[in-house]
């Protein structure tokens, strides 16, 4: 049976922004109504938009239920946070709600530590070998690579090929918090060396050093030694 992809198009940062905004305001079928006006002026098919809104929901509004409080967090404080803040944050919902955005991700993060330059020829073999080769994994493979040219994570260098772009720097602890938090959840574990997330290839285009410090505040995670050298950082249960 062929895994489900459900990324089918281009998601834009202001978008994904917008939805954010409004999240708190309405109810799941106003939101429906709001995001189908707001996004007439970029999307004319009724079909793309309301594909566009079915992302959108399942990125912002129907987040599972175990990372709800630091959604809830995120959206008290978003008028706060940085562009570079708001865009780790809507990459790491994005790679929840959608696991083949995830697998994009983590395909150009792994191969982007090996080499400076990544074909999208490379990443959609990947993809089809992990999701079957049919033109849905195709429309799927570029509807991920333009969103990520769109919100400046990786850049055409020439035919097919892309490279990083610069970091972007992310000090907050409460981001650092949602880092480890999604990172937690999806490699589906209660526990993760801090150097392991440090570097996980699923963040590859944000800097970041976790403030251990800062994040004692979280109760959501805990910190404890993993032998002389590793420091551990853990899901609490509530």
């Given at each position: 049976?062929?895994?489900p992809v459900g990324f089918d198009q281009k998601v834009?940062?202001?978008?994904?922004?917008?939805?954010?905004?409004?999240t708190q305001k309405y109810t799941r079928k106003e939101m429906y109504t709001i995001l189908d006006g707001y996004l007439r002026d970029d999307i004319a098919g009724a079909k793309s938009r309301k594909n566009a809104i079915t992302m959108l929901m399942k990125i912002w509004y129907l987040v599972d239920n175990d990372?709800?409080?630091?959604?809830?967090?995120?959206?008290?404080?978003?008028?706060?946070?940085?562009?570079?803040?708001?865009t780790?944050?809507?990459w790491g919902l994005t790679m929840v709600a959608y696991p083949f955005f995830k697998d994009v991700a983590n395909e150009f993060g792994r191969l982007f530590q090996l080499q400076d330059e990544v074909t999208s020829t490379a990443i959609g073999k990947r993809m089809k070998e992990s999701y079957g080769d049919r033109?849905?994994?195709?429309?799927?493979?570029?509807?991920?690579?333009?969103?990520?040219?769109?919100?400046?994570?990786?850049?055409?260098?020439?035919?097919?090929?892309y490279k990083a772009n610069e970091k972007l720097s992310i000090t907050h602890p409460f981001i650092h918090a949602f880092i480890a938090q999604v990172l937690l959840k999806l490699l589906d574990s209660n526990s993760l060396q801090v150097?392991?997330?440090?570097?996980?290839?699923?963040?590859?285009?944000?800097?970041?050093?976790?403030?251990?410090?800062?994040?004692q505040d979280y109760e959501?995670?805990?910190?404890h030694r993993q032998g002389v050298k590793d420091l551990v950082i853990e899901k609490n249960t509530i």
């Open positions: 049976m062929s895994k834009l940062l202001k978008h994904l922004d917008f939805t954010a905004n409004q990372l709800l409080p630091v959604r809830d967090q995120i959206l008290d404080q978003y008028s706060q946070l940085t562009k570079e803040e708001r780790c944050v809507h033109r849905r994994v195709e429309v799927a493979t570029s509807a991920v690579l333009t969103s990520m040219k769109s919100w400046e994570m990786i850049q055409a260098i020439g035919k097919r090929t150097e392991f997330i440090h570097h996980h290839p699923l963040f590859f285009p944000f800097n970041y050093e976790l403030d251990v410090l800062g994040l959501a995670l805990s910190f």
